[in-house]
């Protein structure tokens, strides 16, 4: 996950069978990322 900038806030490795959209939520908690108010864009993969 990065930033607007292009920074990278938190890397997240799974398995090849796991699909993507299960980690998001493990994502945005490990990014800190709790705050009403901010956008977060994803691929349609991450939609749940």
Known sequence: ???SDG???????TVAN???SKS???L???AKIQS???Y???VKSYIL
């Open 36 to 38: 009403a108010g901010i």
């Open 18 to 20: 796991c699909h993507d």
């Open 40 to 42: 977060v864009y994803a």
């Open 7 to 13: 920074m990278v806030l938190v890397v997240e490795t």
């Open 24 to 26: 998001l939520l493990d």
């Open 1 to 3: 996950m990065i930033n």
């Open 28 to 30: 945005l908690d490990k």
